[in-house]
């Protein structure tokens, strides 16, 4: 063993001297001995291979060097002090690798030792080694054997309770050595005691324990300090760490990194940003440039705030300081960008890793599923199963996959992950709770269920999955039923319980019993957590009752960002864009910062109205603000442009793009499609692709309404397919509606009933109406008869339904059953939706409504329409008389065509704009031939540019042309 350890010119002293040792007792030996350890080089070399040996985990043979010298020269006064370091480099590495067997043999060895067990040093190390070994009791055992204990060992024993999270034990501790000794806490002992008391949240006894600071001198210490700044942060005083840390004299990178953790765990993410920017302007020399525990302090804030720009910066300080070969930082780094919707980034990052733990695959699969990614989800999955790697999937890689599981096609993947948690007995109730929310999503509800009934020990949080997931399920009235049996079972509902309630009741439209559990909220304070708040406005704004909300929401008194960005968006989905922009303007007034949400609400509201002047200012808004790099802002930018019928615009804002998420090809592709420019949606959608981005149902819904605008029926079809066969997707109602209409406008109504029937669901109101639609168009009476039977059943309260069947019969001159219809409709109190138009004119907004009088007044329209119809009747245009849908005479039908809105909203638009000015009129139905020919020749006569945005798509009519070529 010698000759691994000294080198060769000592071996002969060392033999010598252990030949002595066994032979005889002879004073020569003694001082052989003494003379190798009084070689401080000898010594030196000793040592240094001891800790060689417990640096590579050779813990036994450094051991049993040491014990032969430990049995040898305990008379040796000259060995003691290299045997005693020896010994203390062996437990530090026994601690550090927690082999506690090794320790034991250690404290073994000591205590046999009569001069070893009574070496400070070496019972304090003991105390320490079983503290990092997870065994605080033996480090307790070993203190109460001490005759006299110093400040050291006290510190040890309560550093062990310390490491191992045993405060209370600490506090006791604590008290006893103050109370029992006449030792005073120094700076070793009071980290330790703060961050007791703040483990336990007390924080009576941390004040004291700061008072005893303070009294003791100690207040300037800086490890003092740095546990100080920690306590007030975790309790939420977040002004007192600050003050603390401001008069701290001395700071180092622990100290910068307890701050910005305090502002970032207490929500102060912006003053974290802001503190970590002057850490690395003080520390300009390189002492405060950010270490692992910065990076990955910061990462998460970034991921939180969505602050993908800050993350990619850190990111960079990462990489320049070498932090990115940690698997802390990597792991930290991508879960930042999943967070931030840049899941390629953290893909990057997650290939390029070749130290990856499950930590990193549960990152990536919550990335993926959060991101709706099933395929991508399940793909990692896979891999991840079929042990690749070596990582085996956990509770947690389960949990984070199991969110992605919302609608039947995944039964299946389900199912999967049940099989798989159920074989490796992960016994984990929010993994149950999971499941049941999931299979409830997914239709499943006897699986639902049947998980349910298998947990033991039912909680409020297994009740609430399953009350949850029948809210969001096809029959929401079976949460009402569940919550009544979680009554009866002796538990309480909580916040979630009457929040999922309240959801189950917005989807049945049910007023009544919403009330009743508003009512159960009030009766039980309740009202006045946010969470609740929410739910209760939410449940108000699907119902329609915005008197309510605004009531409710004007009772509150301090509305946060989150309470106005749901009103507001509930005045968007009621179909009040006007109210909801006016709540943005008051909001922005209040001072309150409009975030992400906020916008793309404002961005959906000017998609709803005929100004693309406010849309353009909201634009200038998310630039000003920065707001524009965040990839939902530029789609909703993308989609509003491309709504108010500004597709240059859009396609500019997409190509301005940065980083292109799926969601903004998606939204550049669905504008080409509304603007009928197949050509340029297929292009997009094969580019897409070659960027390595995977089309989803929002994709194909986009370029199917590319070929539907365009005539495309071949290529229609073939997207239809190819989205099944090269996908695996599964066509919605969208899809199956865009292509019906697709072969119904192109007079291949047989074919496309056809495609109705093989649905694999049945088919909405929105699809037979719109077969009903082109059965009128092609005056295809007995199958236009066939669909309106169905649709009477369907809904029978529908206008638009009868209305459509009436219109038919007019163009084929039945006028009885025109009469009968009609009757029908006077019977049950249904009025059909009158045509109206708006158009924008120096910031305002002037409607129009068929044959009604216009705000400028009617005279001005009809004399510059008259003008207007003869120049174009020179160029061609005849009205369409079959297009009137009531028995008159030819000349009143003429004068009832003149009256369309817009025609009006046109002609207006001419009266009150400068030549050359583009027109942008909106319609809420579908343009009429006559008022299509007529806007053709009137953007030839009058050289203007006439974009008119209908019910279907946009058509931009410029020199007697239309972009849909005549085709829509």
């Known amino acids: 063993m010698a000759s691994v350890l000294l080198p060769l010119p000592q071996l002969s002293v060392l033999f010598d001297y252990r030949r002595s040792r066994k032979e005889s007792s002879f004073p020569r030996a003694v001082n052989n001995s003494n003379a190798i350890l009084s070689n401080s080089t000898n010594a030196n070399h000793f040592l240094r291979r001891i800790s060689n040996f417990c640096e590579t985990g050779d813990l036994d043979k450094s051991f049993r060097v040491v014990q032969e010298f430990a049995g040898d020269d305990e008379s040796s006064s000259d060995a003691f002090p290299l045997v005693r370091e020896a010994l203390g480099l062996l437990l530090q590495a026994s601690g550090k690798r927690k082999d506690i067997e090794m320790g034991r043999k250690i404290h073994q060895l000591v205590s046999g030792s009569t001069r070893l067990r009574n070496d400070d040093i070496l019972c304090t190390r003991i105390i320490t080694m079983y503290a990092m070994c997870g065994s605080p009791d033996d480090s307790r055992s070993v203190f109460d054997a001490l005759r006299s204990k110093n400040l050291f060992q006290w510190n040890a024993v309560i550093s062990s309770y310390s490491r191992n999270e045993l405060y209370y034990e600490l506090l006791e501790m604590f008290i006893k050595m103050i109370s029992k000794t006449d030792l005073l806490p120094d700076n070793f002992t009071f980290p330790c005691v703060i961050k007791a008391c703040a483990g336990i949240s007390d924080v009576g006894i941390g004040l004291a324990v700061h008072g005893l600071v303070v009294k003791t001198g100690l207040m300037e210490d800086l490890f003092v300090g740095n546990a100080l700044v920690s306590f007030y942060g975790t309790h939420g005083f977040v002004s007192d760490a600050l003050k603390l840390f401001d008069i701290m004299p001395e700071r180092n990178l622990v100290s910068w990194n307890s701050m910005i953790r305090v502002l970032s765990d207490n929500g102060f993410s912006e003053e974290s940003f802001l503190l970590l920017g002057e850490m690395m302007e003080e520390g300009d020399d390189g002492a405060f440039m950010p270490d692992v525990a910065t990076v990955v302090t910061v990462l998460p804030v970034c991921a939180r705030e969505r602050e993908i720009g800050v993350g990619k910066g850190v990111h960079g300080w990462a990489v320049k300081l070498s932090l990115d070969n940690e698997l802390v930082v990597n792991n930290a780094l991508m879960d930042m960008y999943c967070k931030c919707g840049c899941i390629t980034d953290a893909q990057m990052i997650f290939k390029l890793n070749n130290n990856k733990n499950v930590v990193s695959w549960n990152t990536m699969v919550g990335g993926f599923s959060a991101e709706g990614d099933i395929h991508g989800t399940f793909d990692l999955l896979r891999q991840m199963l079929a042990g690749s790697e070596d990582v085996k999937a956990d509770e947690v890689t389960i949990l984070n996959a199991v969110p992605v599981c919302i609608d039947e096609s995944v039964l299946p993947s389900l199912k999967e992950l049940h099989c798989y948690s159920l074989k490796q007995e992960f016994v984990y109730d929010e993994l149950a709770n999971a499941f049941i929310s999931s299979y409830a999503k997914c239709g499943s509800l006897s699986y639902a269920q049947c998980v349910f009934h298998g947990i033991r020990s039912k909680t409020v949080n297994s009740w609430n999955a399953l009350i949850g997931g029948y809210a969001q399920s096809s029959d929401p009235r079976l949460s009402l039923d569940a919550y009544l049996q979680m009554k009866v079972s002796g538990l309480l509902p909580d916040l979630f319980t009457v929040s999922s309630l309240l959801s189950a009741c917005s989807k049945l439209k049910s007023l009544r019993l919403g009330k009743e559990v508003h009512g159960f909220i009030i009766r039980n304070w309740l009202e006045r957590d946010l969470f609740v708040y929410l739910s209760v406005l939410s449940f108000y704004i699907h119902c329609g009752e915005l008197c309510t909300v605004q009531v409710l929401f004007d009772a509150m008194e301090d509305n946060v960002l989150v309470s106005w960005n749901t009103v507001i968006t509930g005045y968007l989905q009621n179909g009040f864009p006007e109210r909801a922009l006016g709540l943005f303007r008051q909001m922005v007034l209040y001072g309150i910062q409009p975030c992400g949400i906020s916008m793309m609400t404002v961005f959906g509201a000017c998609s709803l109205l005929p100004s693309l002047r406010l ?72 580019e897409m692709q070659r960027t390595g981005h995977n089309p989803d149902d929002l994709t194909f819904l986009g370029v199917l309404t590319a070929c539907n605008h365009s005539g495309l029926i071949h290529e229609g079809l073939r997207y239809l397919d190819q989205m099944k066969s090269s996908f695996g997707l599964k066509p919605n109602l969208k899809h199956y509606a865009c292509v019906i209409d697709m072969l119904g406008r192109a007079g291949q109504l047989y074919k496309a009933l056809k495609v109705a029937a093989e649905m694999s669901e049945e088919p909405d109101v929105g699809i037979w109406n719109s077969l009903l639609s082109w059965c009128r168009i092609h005056q295809n009476l007995e199958m236009g008869e066939k669909v309106a039977a169905k649709l009477f059943v369907l809904e029978s309260e529908r206008p638009d339904s009868y209305v459509l069947l009436s219109n038919l019969y007019a163009g084929l001159g039945k006028w009885d059953d025109v009469r009968k219809v009609r009757q029908r409709m006077k019977e049950m109190s249904l009025r059909k939706d009158a045509g109206c138009s708006w158009i924008e004119l120096n910031g305002k907004v002037f409607s129009f409504v068929a044959c009604e009088s216009s705000p400028g007044g009617f005279e001005e329209i009809k004399s510059l329409w008259s003008i207007l119809e003869m120049k174009i009747w020179k160029m061609g245009y005849r009205p369409d008389t079959s297009l009137v849908q009531h028995d008159l005479s030819e000349e009143e039908k003429i004068v009832q065509l003149r009256g369309h809105s817009e025609k009006l909203a046109i002609t207006y638009g001419l009266i009150k704009t400068s030549e050359g000015t583009t027109l942008r009129v909106y319609k809420n139905l579908r343009i009429c031939v006559d008022c299509h020919n007529a806007a053709k020749l009137i953007s030839k006569v009058m050289e203007r540019e006439i974009v008119v945005r209908d019910n279907k798509r946009f058509h931009h009519f410029k020199n007697g042309f239309c972009s849909c070529g005549d085709y829509w």
């Open 615 to 686: 849309g353009r200012e909201a634009h200038a808004y998310a630039l000003k603000h920065l707001l524009e790099d965040n990839a939902f802002i530029a789609c909703s930018i993308i989609d509003m442009y491309a709504k108010n019928g500004s597709i240059s615009q859009s396609s500019k804002v997409f190509n301005g793009l940065k980083e292109k998420s799926a969601a903004s090809w998606n939204a550049m592709i669905m504008g080409y499609g509304i603007h009928g420019r197949a050509k340029e949606a297929i292009k997009l959608f094969e």
